[in-house]
């Protein structure tokens, strides 16, 4: 991943040399996104996205993480990583045994007004700092505050079946097409009723639930990178604001205009790394 000179990558964190229970580091991105392919690493990791939003595909779902959220990896477990342009992300690494009480799967987490400034902390500690008894305590309030951070399921399920795949990765890049389930179920050389079998064997959901899934992940990180919610709306293919502001409040909570607004508040304000 090309990141700006002076900024430290945690693609190049040395994993095997991590002697504390739980390490930090901060990056951001600059005007264009940035991408790490499929890796996988002993301790669990802690994505908080503060400006901008990142996607992580794992085996079987592809996971948004909008700002003020985080994306818990645990150890172990292969996944790569896209972030988007003029990014802020704090990664955290949590050694095996700190990590016993979190998740074994992916999961997103709330990230409280607290937990975030403890992560920002941390992840802007000089090492020489990293040893010593304040730095110690932090790191304890931070595991007991992210062991109670509530969780959220904001992802795409994907499968590795060529089919489904092949799908996906039209969808991804044509969110518009409105091709029915029996129009897809043609072009993948299939009966109705199976492609509708595999999406729920392999998925967990039949395709129009899966598409409006799509929809909100692309549309999530859409209105991260300052895409306004007309454009966005259009892009995925709908043929008025409004409709695509019912489905993305009744699939997230939120509006999309206050979502959108809240992105560019942080990218006013977000924090530069040490």
């Known amino acids: 991943m090309n990141m700006h000179k002076r900024q430290p990558s945690p693609w190049t964190f040395e994993f095997d040399k ?13 005007e264009l996104a940035q ?27 592809l996971w948004i993480t909008p700002a003020n959220s985080g994306l818990w990896v645990p150890g172990g477990m292969p996944h790569s990583v896209s972030l988007t342009a003029n990014g802020n992300v704090c990664f955290l690494f949590v050694d095996v045994k700190s990590a016993a009480p ?19 902390h941390l992840a802007q500690i000089p090492k020489a700092r990293n040893h010593n008894a304040e730095t110690a305590r932090l790191r304890a309030v931070l595991l007991d505050q992210l062991k109670s951070a509530a969780t959220q399921s904001i992802y795409l399920p994907v ?3 060529p089919r489904l795949r092949r799908l996906t990765e039209w969808m991804m890049k044509n969110p518009a097409d409105r091709s029915t389930a029996a129009q897809w179920a043609s072009r993948l050389a299939m009966s109705q009723r199976s492609l509708s079998r595999l999406l729920q064997a392999e998925l967990g959901m039949s395709f129009s639930p899966w598409r409006q899934r799509l929809h909100v992940v692309i549309a999530m990180k859409a209105l991260a990178a300052g895409r306004p919610v007309q454009n966005v709306a259009a892009d995925l293919g709908y043929q008025s604001a409004g409709a695509f502001i019912i489905m993305f409040k009744k699939a997230t909570g939120i509006l999309p205009g206050r979502y959108l ?9 977000g924090r530069s790394p040490a």
């Open 35 to 61: 991408e790490l392919s499929v890796h996988r690493h002993r301790q669990g990791q802690l994505a908080m996205v503060l400006r901008g939003a990142m996607s992580c595909t794992v085996p079987g779902a």
């Open 159 to 161: 499968s590795e079946d």
């Open 102 to 120: 979190l998740p074994d799967t992916c999961r997103s987490l709330a990230i409280g007004p607290l937990l975030r400034e403890l992560i920002i």
């Open 18 to 30: 991590m002697d504390v229970d739980v390490a930090g580091i901060q990056i951001q991105t600059r």
């Open 261 to 269: 607004m809240h992105n560019k508040a942080e990218r006013r304000v």
